[in-house]
């Protein structure tokens, strides 16, 4: 077997020098290993010989295990997917507590470094440590759906505790933020086999059931006659041949055949196809599907029939291709005899980053979905607007031009609420900023427990994570959104009240009482609420603590747990999963636990008013944008 080989650029940042020093030592240096192919104008070195002989000259820098396999991986390897998925084949049979049946030979010598790496941080560890490495940006590397986008599609999903299919899912990044999000089953198509592989061992490696297959979503329906409760995908676009002769009378086109110029909406229909009555499909698309003249009987057809319920423009650049402003809509599958709702909402979002805008986006959304035959109207931002007056003569879904505009004296009054709103927040900072003051460095030091170790002695607690059974399982009689009330791990992050029901699928039932302390175990970082109420159900995915009240304080543990040192504890570098167990909790008088837990009950306050003064900030300076451009404004003292 040949050696995995290195050009003389890739030498000069193995060494971390310049391109001229590696021509310096191949002049000067006769035992310099030779080339091993390539041309002479971009000659190979063997891998392994380089490294020997910087290591030897005392030119190569010490590297981390995972590091060093990842550089090995990613020059032995046809593509980094493929080599990523040998790698995970061989970590899942270790977890399974097998060996790989067979070997692919270029992996031979980098067994030692994967053994290593599986014994430092256990298979799931491993891959995700390296996970995190071919998800950098690089050659050969697809553009993947930043989490923050895709958390954003998930919200909007709903997904709750149900189960998710993407039919183009890439390396998984959907998947992944439905995991997250509390997802109990997911499912996948993707045309790249070696994604298709990569994505599938994620989920085996996490234990999240499913299957991710490789193939043609559009010709070749792995899925077929499979509804889900959520279908949330990012569609290729532009597809010029995506199967539009052959598939011409397919099932999958409910609301009508699909024009061969409107392949994104040929993806609409088969997530819808896909997607249970009553349960919700989210699709990045183009702008110009909003608009374009060949899709305005699709758009017609799924407002009429009440599929279509949101089109929502985001910032420019928040996937590829970065340039351009694209677009989520959010359809809901609609019973055939149901009659349709009389409005879809609208949302521009186009304007800010998406990182200030998804909550406003979410809250919008969860208002309009709560009453969607209520007016959901926030001036220049988001309107639920007649579908009657959609059915124009074009069918424009795009929301910038169905947005009212911001003039009269009502737009004067919401820039006084929100101006005041502001200035109200702003004067209340600083006292719900904690007082605090320095330890004295002459003070001793407290010792330090785990939560494992805490929960040994007695002082808490610790409950789950509980699984639910699939959705469709023998057990789940409940309608979905019917049952009891259930904190799911997007609430928590999200920090907002629960909204998940049991329909049957949770395996155990835990109410939630004042005083328990949840924390996702899907988070890239590690998150911890108090629980102020009881009421609801502990939902999937997450860790119950529940403080013994003679020995812990709630608040002061739940401050205790966010603290950095304990994201590097609990978490691997790609954020995948949280070990709360290893968290490192101070040991302290139950006295001077309350001090510290109400003051992080304060700091929690203070984080909470920061996050709303940026959203009235954006909102404030939007209005008044709009109200100096349109002439309903004028500068205090000025001409008017």
């Known amino acids: 077997m040949e050696n995995p080989t290195i050009t003389a650029a890739e030498i000069a940042r193995l060494a971390g020098v310049g391109r001229a020093a590696v021509s310096n030592w191949r002049k000067r240096h006769p035992d310099f290993p030779a080339p091993v192919g390539g041309t002479t104008a971009s000659p190979e070195f063997d891998l392994i010989q380089v490294e020997q002989w910087l290591r030897t000259q005392g030119k190569l820098p010490e590297l981390a295990t995972a590091d060093r396999l990842w550089r090995h991986l990613a020059a032995a390897s046809d593509s980094p997917a493929a080599g990523l998925a040998a790698v995970g084949a061989l970590l899942l049979a270790r977890q399974r507590g097998s060996r790989s049946a067979s070997i692919d030979a270029q992996l031979t010598p980098l067994l030692p470094d994967i053994d290593a790496l599986a014994d430092e941080l256990g298979p799931q560890g491993a891959f995700d440590e390296l996970w995190q490495r071919f998800s950098a940006p690089g050659p050969g590397r697809p553009f993947a759906t930043p989490d923050d986008l895709a958390d954003l599609m998930i919200g909007l999903a709903n997904v709750g505790g149900g189960s998710v299919l993407d039919p183009a899912a890439g390396s998984g990044a959907i998947l992944r933020a439905a995991v997250r999000a509390g997802s109990t089953s997911m499912y996948g198509q993707e045309l790249d086999d070696e994604l298709a592989r990569l994505a599938g061992l994620w989920l085996a490696l996490h234990d999240v059931p499913g299957e991710v297959i490789g193939g043609d979503s559009l010709r070749a329906d792995a899925f077929a006659g499979r509804a889900v409760d959520a279908v949330v995908c990012h569609p290729p676009f532009g597809a010029t041949n995506w199967g539009d002769e052959e598939l011409g009378h397919d099932p999958r086109w409910i609301v009508g055949t699909t024009p061969r110029t409107e392949p994104e909406l040929a993806w609409v229909q088969h997530a819808l196809a896909h997607v249970r009555v009553g349960g919700h499909a989210v699709l990045l698309m183009p702008p110009t599907v909003a608009s374009r003249r060949a899709g305005k009987r699709i758009r017609g057809e799924l407002l009429r029939r009440g599929h279509l319920r949101a089109v929502i423009a985001l910032p420019p650049g928040v996937a590829a291709p970065h340039g351009v402003p694209l677009h989520l809509w959010v359809l809901r599958r609609a ?48 309107r639920a607007v007649p579908v009657i007056e959609l059915l124009d003569e074009e069918v424009d879904l795009t929301p910038a031009r169905r947005q009212p505009a911001v ?58 994570p509980i699984r639910s059974a699939p959705s469709g399982a023998e057990g789940g009689s409940v309608a979905h959104g019917q049952g009891p009330l259930v904190l799911t791990g997007r609430d928590v992050v999200a920090g907002v009240d629960a909204s998940g029901h049991d329909d049957g699928t949770l395996l155990e039932r835990v109410p939630l009482m004042a005083g328990d302390v949840v924390v996702p175990v899907a988070a890239r970082q590690l998150i911890s609420r108090v629980i102020t109420s009881a009421g609801v159900l502990l939902g999937a995915h997450l860790y ?13 543990m739940a401050g205790q747990l966010r603290n950095s040192a304990n994201d590097k504890q609990t978490t691997s570098l790609s954020g995948s999963r949280v070990d709360v167990r290893r968290a490192q909790i101070r040991r302290l008088p139950l006295d001077e636990q309350r001090a510290h837990g109400e003051a992080f009950q304060r700091l929690i306050a203070f984080e909470s008013a920061v996050a709303e003064m940026g959203l009235l900030s954006a909102k404030l300076v939007r209005l008044t944008a709009d109200g100096l451009a349109t002439g309903a404004l004028h500068p205090a003292g000025g001409a008017k």
């Open 544 to 556: 119950l603590l529940r403080p013994n009240p003679a020995a812990l304080d709630p608040w002061f």
């Open 407 to 464: 003039v009269g004296e009502a737009s004067g009054e919401h820039l006084v609420r929100t101006r005041e709103r502001l200035a109200a927040i702003v004067g209340e900072l600083p006292a719900l900023l904690p007082q605090l003051t320095t330890t004295p460095t002459e003070a001793p030091a407290s010792g330090i427990l785990t939560v494992a170790e805490l929960a040994r002695t007695g002082a808490l607690q610790v409950i789950g």
């Open 335 to 382: 019973a055939t005899d149901a009659p349709p709702p009389p409005r879809a909402l609208l949302i521009d979002a186009a304007n800010g980053h998406l990182g200030d805008t998804a909550p406003r986006v979410l809250a919008a959304w969860r208002a309009f979905a709560a009453a969607p035959d209520g007016d959901v109207e926030e001036a220049g931002f988001a």
